[in-house]
């Protein structure tokens, strides 16, 4: 009778936790080239931004969103070529330019405190939350439809306080976009490790809008408490 050997414990454990440790090839590459890509136009965006601070621009309002979305549509039609890198760092850079009446206003108000205490809150945010969906390796596709319904009542709710101007709901739809964007985040990261997204440039839009909202998010709730 033939004799099975017994099975090694350790080398199996160590087997499985070598598989759910490491990333495949593909997965790291797209995560490398979107975080490079993402510190590159965020670094651009600060330039832009300082460039309007200097140059007193006005607050554009809902306007801004006119060129958002056509920014967001040639990216989406061009995002396999290098035409996608472009007019990526179109949309950044204007997304800068519309930050620096924000940040003169509130640095009016309340010097730079606020504003530097957004941003280290925006980086420990996205820094631990990246961290943890990369340590975890947790699969958040769960969270899609939770996530893209959520962020769209919280646009609309926005546009239509823009005309209300009510403060309460003002102060909850930052905490809204807050949290929506930090779960978006972790979707995004997620949907990388999975092999869901394998496209760096879409990776790298999703990423840097969720920061954009983030530090508003943020920039308004301190400034409230500032206040």
Do not use: C
């Not at 947790?138 to 893209?148: A, N």
């Not at 739809?173 to 997620?190: D, E, H, K, N, Y």
């Amino acid at each position: 009778m033939e004799q099975r050997r017994p099975v090694d414990i350790t080398t199996r454990a160590a087997t499985t936790a070598s598989t759910t440790t490491t990333l495949d090839a593909d997965a790291a590459k797209v995560l490398r080239n979107t975080y490079a890509l993402l510190a590159m136009t965020v670094a651009f965006s600060a330039v832009t931004a300082g460039f309007s601070m200097a140059m007193n621009m006005p607050f554009m309002g809902l306007w801004m969103l006119l060129p958002y979305f056509g920014f967001l549509f040639a990216i989406h039609k061009t995002r396999d070529s290098a035409w996608g890198l472009v007019w990526t760092f179109a949309l950044t850079g204007f997304m800068g330019l519309t930050i620096g009446p924000i940040l003169n206003a509130y640095i009016a108000m309340g010097g730079m405190e606020p504003v530097l205490m957004a941003l280290g809150g925006t980086a420990v945010i996205f820094f631990g939350l990246s961290a943890y969906t990369l340590v975890t390796k947790r699969d958040f596709s769960f969270m899609t439809g939770f996530l893209f319904v959520g962020i769209l009542v919280a646009f609309i709710a926005a546009i239509a306080n823009y005309f209300l101007q009510i403060s309460a709901l003002s102060t909850t739809i930052s905490v809204m976009f807050l949290f929506l964007a930090s779960g978006l985040i972790m979707w995004q990261t997620s949907a990388i490790v999975h092999g869901g997204e394998r496209n760096y440039i879409s990776a790298t839009v999703t990423l840097y809008v969720m920061l954009y909202n983030i530090f508003l998010s943020l920039l308004h709730l301190i400034g409230l408490a500032d206040d």
